[in-house]
């Protein structure tokens, strides 16, 4: 008996594995549909957060060389907008269940890569900006129902959800000399 | 007093096994629990990069998985070294990814087909190119909901 078991428990150990499989999690736009006309309403200026990465991996934020270890506290500092700088995004007044009338910032940042971007680099700059996204989704959960993000039920996270979207877009590529 | 005093032969009982079956078939169910099918041998080396924020594959069920990097050693000298997408068991190209995707999502059932996700296994040295390039393909074959897989640090010590 003990025999039989110890043979299934060796076929088990060979042929399975426990590794559980973490990864960033992230929704793609759908394939804009020719026969609809596009949204054509820009998004204004200060609200976009221009974050572009080229070959080299060099970073540049707003048109300005930057180091990566900032970028997480410049996405951060954006999104807020605290001061209500002229050059950061503007904010909107909407009501959203739970907060009440609340001013909500329009940051949109916009992700552009270089097709010879390292794709080890590129997740490290998605992660920053979901990091610096999540920590102020997590900030405002503390300080309205007394506890971390992750602890909410769905409807209080659909609301800090909604007081701090900020979709991270990607533009769509674009391949000069024709398709591959 | 008299319990203490060994009498008779100095010979040691065998320890008894009967429960012995007992606690491997309890190993064995814990282990069936726990773990999943190797469903796929990886044909491509793929060093999965860093990040903090990585979410837990909840339902392995739901997930389809690409792996993209260069070919394994064994490989080399019928696929080069330049990277390789691999769905499912073997080597593919670009414009098999919408068969691909259309072949998993029949799998699931009416319900979960809108939740399907696609787990994207990227070597980290891989050009954003062949990246951007399947995105798009997933984009046209309406798998929208995708899965960068990374490895789960407290902090990004090396951007590759």
Do not use: C, W
Not at chain 1, 107 to 133: C, F, H, M, P
Not at chain 2, 6 to 30: C, E
Not at chain 2, 39 to 66: C, H, N, W, Y
Not at chain 2, 69 to 87: M, N, S, V
């Amino acid at each position: 008996m003990a025999d039989i078991a110890f043979l299934l428990l060796i076929f088990f150990l060979a042929a399975t594995t426990m590794d559980s499989d973490t990864g960033l999690m992230r929704q793609l736009p759908a394939i804009p549909d020719p026969n609809v006309p596009q949204d054509v309403n820009k998004i204004n200026d200060r609200n976009i957060l221009e974050v572009k990465v080229n070959k080299d991996n060099l970073l540049l934020v707003e048109g300005q060389l930057t180091e990566f270890s900032q970028l997480r506290e410049i996405a951060h500092d954006f999104i807020l907008n605290a001061n209500d700088e002229p050059n950061k995004p503007e904010k909107e007044v909407v009501n959203i269940p739970f907060l009440g009338n609340v001013a909500v910032s329009k940051a949109v940042i916009s992700l552009q890569n270089d097709i010879g971007t390292k794709y080890g680099v590129y997740i490290a700059v998605q992660n920053e900006l979901i990091a610096a996204r999540s920590k102020l989704r997590d900030n405002l959960a503390r300080q309205e129902f007394g506890m971390p993000y992750d602890r909410l039920d769905e409807d209080r996270k659909g609301a800090v959800d909604d007081f701090f979207k900020v979709p991270i877009s990607e533009a769509e590529p674009k391949r000069i000399g024709g398709d591959k | 007093m008299a319990k203490f005093i060994k009498t008779g032969g100095k010979s040691v009982k065998s320890l008894n096994t009967s429960s012995l079956p007992d606690i491997v078939f309890m190993i064995l169910f814990f282990f069936m629990a726990v773990t999943t099918m190797r469903e796929t041998d990886v044909m491509v080396t793929v060093r999965i990069p860093e990040a903090t924020e990585g979410k837990v594959l909840e339902k392995k069920s739901l997930a389809s998985f690409v792996y993209i990097g260069e070919p394994l050693e064994a490989f080399q000298g019928l696929y080069g070294t330049e990277p390789k997408i691999q769905l499912n068991d073997t080597f593919k190209e670009l414009a098999d990814i919408q068969d691909f995707i259309a072949q998993e999502r029949e799998q699931l059932n009416e319900a979960d087909k809108t939740k399907m996700l696609v787990v994207l296994k990227i070597d980290r040295d891989t050009r954003m190119g062949v990246v951007t390039d399947v995105k798009q393909a997933l984009r046209r074959a309406s798998a929208l909901k995708i899965m960068y897989a990374n490895t789960n640090v407290d902090k990004i010590t090396h951007i590759y």
